[in-house]
């Protein structure tokens, strides 16, 4: 076990529960249909994400290649989510960051990657 992975992991879910929560209850009078449902995905990504990171916490042994998995599964949902979450509510910090918007498909393509890499390891088991 690696509780560092398993921590982080727990992180990532305790935070996308809170932004969820302060989306739907606080911001919903004050975004649009539109970055609330942007709001949400970068909510679902990291929550996934987190769930990922403690099982890969718990299994770090098992995982060929685990470290360069966690520093993806890391570094991709901080940008995919992260930029989602400021650029939705842009309006709320009445501030411009429209120039953080090639960080989502980086880190978009960062997570597939990642995920790539990770099922070609499994699929490269021996059982």
């Given amino acids: 076990m690696k509780p560092t992975i398993v921590l982080i992991g727990g992180i990532f879910i305790l ?3 809170l932004a969820g929560a302060f989306g739907a209850h606080t911001l919903e009078n004050h975004l649009s249909n539109q970055q609330i449902a942007s709001l949400q995905t970068g909510v679902q990504y990291q929550i996934y994400h ?3 990171l403690i099982i890969i916490g718990f299994n770090i042994e098992k995982i060929k290649n685990a470290k360069i998995i966690y520093w993806g ?3 991709g949902t901080l940008l995919f ?3 989602i979450y400021f650029l939705a ?3 709320i910090f009445e501030s411009n960051f429209g120039f953080l918007w090639p960080l989502t498909p980086i ?3 960062l997570l597939i990657f990642t995920w790539s890499l ?3 390891q499994f699929i490269k088991l021996k059982y």
Avoid: K, N, P
């Fill in 50 to 52: 987190g769930l990922a």
């Fill in 81 to 83: 989510s992260g930029s």
């Fill in 107 to 109: 880190g978009g393509s």
């Fill in 15 to 17: 935070a996308g529960i």
């Fill in 73 to 75: 599964l890391l570094v």
């Fill in 89 to 91: 509510l842009d309006d």
């Fill in 118 to 120: 990770f099922v070609i």
